[in-house]
């Protein structure tokens, strides 16, 4: 019999929005601070704010300098952490029980009494530097950033999250420190927490942010972009060619949310998928394919990615169209469909297993002032979606006309050919 697993969601004097759950603990507590800021937030003359003021957090807080933090962090032993997305940023960290106070009043200190520095920016502002140059040596970081100007319009959504090395020379310590106090305040902000330590910090944070705030919080309004089905390229010293198409997909608030979640999974989300068997078990075209679903409040994204040799091109973009293809043309049978709704419940349920998993769920879920469905009416849903469902959204995926491409590496081919090979697949299913 599975455990009945239920989260909560408060409203705190402040303005903080906190959530939790009720799940057991096996020796560790998870937290985090999830802050409504993210680079989708940012002006062009501020493109990269919200994740350089990411890094400055560390830089000294309170009465902590960098030393002090850093310290702190090896001393609990375990993971802390953070993360800037285009949606948010987050403050993380899993510990055990006995750490979790220090650990929270670590992560609170470091979102509400940074130091921001003019000193520390400017060293700052070189490892920024340096992680934007790795991550243009890495192929997915570079097809991901190319994929999302060609299937977004908004420069707020598709601008790189690092921003750019001219957006970065112009940031100073004032320009952040206007930033984190526009957006670094309680009601922008959701604390999130699981584990065994839970009701001692839940007693300390309800003191802490008890106070009214300055100015109510705006409502949550979900951001929907907007679309444009583009195509891009880049020539890139690789061995191979990465690729990657993306498509709209339904929001995490949209009745076909668990539909398309099932329609990814079958396309190329686990091993027994339709393009994992025919481009890399049965041909053994391609080492790396599958379809990616991402889901928020407002709306969603399913990306599909292969990284293939010069050699196996051709044939690898005739069969991935003709798998999008058919997948639109043919419902998939009762097994499919049955299969795919065991696997996909099974990696929810274990990760629901892990403190720091849960947290992060709960966080994001959060930021939109609701809470996740519960685990049975998950499976429930699941058990809803019907094959006709799939069939209907995947013949939405195939739609080129309604599709963003995007491929780097060594082949300085002409778009139209590409496209030409993918097409042939997709009319020829």
């Known amino acids: ?92 960290a899993r510990v055990l029980d006995s750490e979790a106070i220090t650990a929270y009043r670590l992560l609170k200190v470091m979102v509400t009494e940074p130091w921001l520095r003019q000193d520390d920016l400017a060293r700052e502002k070189n490892v920024v530097r340096e992680e934007m140059r790795e ?81 109510e919080a705006t409502p949550v309004v979900p951001f929907r972009p907007s679309w444009r089905f583009e195509t891009r390229q880049t020539v890139a010293d690789w061995e191979q060619l990465h690729i990657g198409l993306a498509v709209p997909a339904p929001a995490r ?75 639109g043309k043919q419902e998939p049978d009762a097994q499919e469909m049955e299969s795919t709704r065991t696997s996909l419940f099974t990696i929810l349920m274990m990760a629901l297993e892990a403190p720091d998993s849960r947290v992060l769920r709960l966080g994001r879920y959060g930021l939109d002032q609701i809470l996740p469905e519960p685990i049975e009416l998950v499976r429930d849903r699941l058990g809803q979606v019907d094959a006709e469902t799939v069939q209907a959204l995947a013949r939405r995926w195939s739609d080129m006309d309604q599709m963003a491409k995007a491929w780097a590496g060594p082949i300085a081919s002409p778009v139209a050919d590409l496209l030409d090979y993918l097409r042939r697949g997709i009319e020829h299913a």
């Open 253 to 327: 608030s949209h009745p076909s949310y668990y539909g398309a979640l099932m329609a990814a999974s079958i396309l190329g989300g686990q091993n027994s998928s339709r393009l994992w068997q025919r481009l890399r078990e049965e041909e053994g075209l391609v080492y790396t394919v599958g379809t990616q679903y991402t889901a928020e409040q407002g709306f969603g994204e399913m990306t599909t990615y292969l990284s293939v040799g010069p050699r196996q091109l051709v044939q690898s973009l005739e069969a991935l169209g003709a798998e999008l293809g058919r997948m």
């Open 135 to 215: 991550s243009q040596d890495d192929p997915d970081d570079v097809l991901d950033l190319l994929l999302t100007d060609a299937l977004y319009s908004d420069l707020s959504y598709s601008h790189d999250v690092l921003g750019s090395l001219q957006s970065l020379d112009q940031i100073e310590a004032r320009d952040l420190s206007a930033f984190f106090h526009q957006y670094y305040r309680p009601p922008r902000m959701v604390f999130a927490i699981s584990g065994g330590a839970r009701q001692q910090v839940l007693d300390l944070i309800s003191r802490d942010f008890s106070a009214s705030p300055v100015a």
């Open 1 to 92: 019999m599975e455990a009945r697993i239920i989260d909560f969601l408060e409203r705190l004097p402040s303005g903080l929005t906190v959530v939790y759950d009720d799940i057991p603990s096996v020796g560790t507590t998870a937290l985090a601070f999830f802050i409504g800021v993210g680079s989708r937030d940012e002006t062009p003359s501020q493109w990269g704010t919200a994740h350089l003021l990411e890094h400055m957090l560390f830089k000294g807080a309170g009465t902590l300098d960098q030393s002090a933090i850093a310290r702190q962090m090896d001393k609990l032993g375990a993971e802390v952490n953070a993360f800037t997305t285009r949606d948010y940023t987050c403050f993380h």
